[in-house]
């Protein structure tokens, strides 16, 4: 499985911006994806995740009401639509996937197998 992340960028407190993961090598229905993100000197923070199949959407606290995560089965990819965006939404943004996740493991970085490269959000004040 690869992962191809993309739609990051540099915008204002306030504004919008949609992250596309694009999923080769296997259906991406068949798999959980999810965002991490990571700001300059903290550690890869879980952002949201759908899981496979028709499975549900989960969401960080800080995210919740302004993020929504979805999947575009027929392009094979995973995006993640953020509105409303705040300086401290600033980072590295991952995707990664998995084809065991279970909900327990959700925000646990380790438990998914695949990760793209990384699209970096900026978003200044």
């Known amino acids: 499985v690869q992962l191809q992340a993309s739609g990051g960028g540099l915008v204002q407190a306030g504004d919008s911006l949609r992250l596309s993961c694009v999923v080769s090598?296997?259906?991406?229905?068949?798999?959980?994806v999810a965002w991490f993100r990571q700001a300059p000197g903290k550690g890869r923070e879980f952002v949201a995740a759908i899981f496979r199949n028709y499975g549900r959407p989960y969401y960080t606290d800080s995210v919740k009401g302004r993020f929504s995560i979805s999947r575009d089965r027929a392009k094979n990819t995973v995006s993640l639509q953020m509105n409303s965006l705040k300086p401290e939404d600033t980072a590295v943004y991952y995707c990664?996937?998995?084809?065991?996740?279970?909900?327990?493991?959700?925000?646990?970085?380790?438990?998914?197998?695949?990760w793209g490269q990384g699209t970096l959000v900026t978003v200044s004040s």
């Open positions: 990664g996937a998995s084809s065991r996740l279970i909900l327990s493991s959700i925000v646990v970085r380790t438990a998914y197998n695949d």
């Open positions: 090598g296997r259906a991406s229905g068949d798999l959980s």
